[in-house]
């Protein structure tokens, strides 16, 4: 494969999350956009911000490509783990916005640059990178987040598959999934301490 089919794949497959968690972000209220359903906290809004943030950092001063988008939460001084949750003054549309413009800066970046320019991450154990690994990096830490948000939607409202389109799960009503469920129980509980 030539380097701009391999940019193509790259940019398809982050358009893919990308319009995987615009998904399943879409129709829910504030409330649930917000509430934490983890013990450490996790919530759909915070996991939003946090990639469009990681995407952001990534794709812009490891190459010289400045965002020029204000991440308060990464400044000195930031609540740790501000980046992970949304503030009463952060609106949901401002941080779908974020995430907007994040991928916006990555194509752009991946569009402009060869994949084997050289960028710095001062933070890595070897901080001298190329595209290539920046882009490979973003790219599972995107699709971890993503399923992040599968689950988290599932237990607000039980909504869950890949895509509109393709639900990539058996097609079977809410009775058959119970008893589904259920059989899983039960076989773990063959194994309860």
């Given at each position: 494969m030539d380097e701009l089919g391999e940019k193509d794949l790259y940019?398809?497959?982050?358009g893919q999350l990308h319009e995987a968690i615009e998904w399943k972000l879409d129709g829910l209220g504030e409330y649930d956009l917000r509430r934490p359903?983890?013990?450490?906290?996790?919530?759909?809004?915070?996991?939003?911000?946090?990639?469009?943030?990681?995407?952001?950092?990534?794709?812009g001063e490891p190459f010289g490509r400045?965002?020029?988008v204000s991440l308060p939460w990464f400044e000195p001084g930031a609540e740790e783990n501000s980046d992970l949750w949304a503030t009463e003054d952060e609106t949901?549309?401002?941080?779908?916005?974020?995430l907007?413009?994040?991928?916006?800066?990555?194509?752009e970046t991946i569009t402009a640059l060869p994949l084997d320019a050289e960028g710095r991450v001062p933070h890595w154990v070897q901080p001298e990178v190329?595209?290539?690994?920046?882009?490979?990096?973003?790219?599972?830490?995107?699709?971890?987040?993503?399923?992040?948000?599968?689950?988290?939607?599932?237990l607000i409202d039980g909504a869950?598959?890949?895509?509109?389109?393709?639900?990539?799960?058996?097609?079977?009503?809410?009775?058959?999934?119970?008893?589904?469920?259920?059989?899983?129980?039960?076989?773990?509980?063959r194994f309860r301490p």
């Open positions: 940019l398809r497959y982050l359903l983890t013990p450490t906290g996790t919530n759909l809004l915070g996991l939003a911000k946090h990639v469009a943030s990681v995407e952001l950092g990534y794709a400045p965002h020029g949901s549309a401002e941080i779908m916005d974020l907007r413009r994040a991928l916006a800066h990555v194509t190329t595209l290539r690994q920046v882009v490979t990096h973003l790219l599972v830490e995107v699709a971890r987040h993503a399923g992040h948000i599968d689950l988290v939607r599932e869950a598959g890949l895509r509109p389109e393709v639900a990539n799960l058996p097609e079977r009503d809410r009775h058959w999934w119970q008893r589904y469920r259920e059989q899983v129980q039960e076989s773990a509980d």
